[in-house]
Every structure is written in C-alpha cells, then in structure tokens.
C-alpha cells in the first residue's frame, strides 16, 4: 500500500488523515466524522500506523501521481 499525505482512511467509525509523513514517522489526525475538522492529533512511527491501518478503507487520496511516476518519492511511501 502506498501512503501520501492528505489520505483519509476509515477504520471501526472514525477516520484517519494523514497529515505529515516522514520516512519513519507519521503524523495523523482521528476524526470521528468528516463533517467536523476536530480531532485529536497523534504522532507514531511508520511500521505502528501501517499495524494500526489493518482493515481499514481508503477513502480519497490527497495527491494524484502523474501517468509514468511509480517510484516512491519523499512524500510517497510503502508499507
């Protein structure tokens, strides 16, 4: 699976955005619904959020990659 920031993924009725990614660490924000911009902020590493996204949905990608770009760039990463 590949992560970008501004992804939104949707696990047991809350959803996660990601909102900075580093290539050990990621910074997300847990929402309980869309609609409302708060949430709490959480800071983990890469390996603990991709745990944590187990059975989670993605629901839109935040970054589109142009046709012909499939390497991992630094705001592009694999689990």
């Known amino acids: ?23 050990l660490e990621v910074e997300y924000k847990s929402l309980p619904n869309l609609g409302n911009k708060e949430g709490t902020k959480h800071v983990t590493s890469k390996k603990d959020f991709c745990r944590l996204l187990k059975g989670a949905h993605l629901l839109s990608s935040g970054k589109k990659t142009p046709p012909g770009r499939n390497e991992a760039g630094p705001a592009e990463m694999t689990c």
């Open 1 to 23: 699976m590949k992560l970008c920031q501004g992804q939104v993924w949707k696990k047991a009725g809350q959803y996660l955005r990601i909102v900075r990614l580093e290539r």
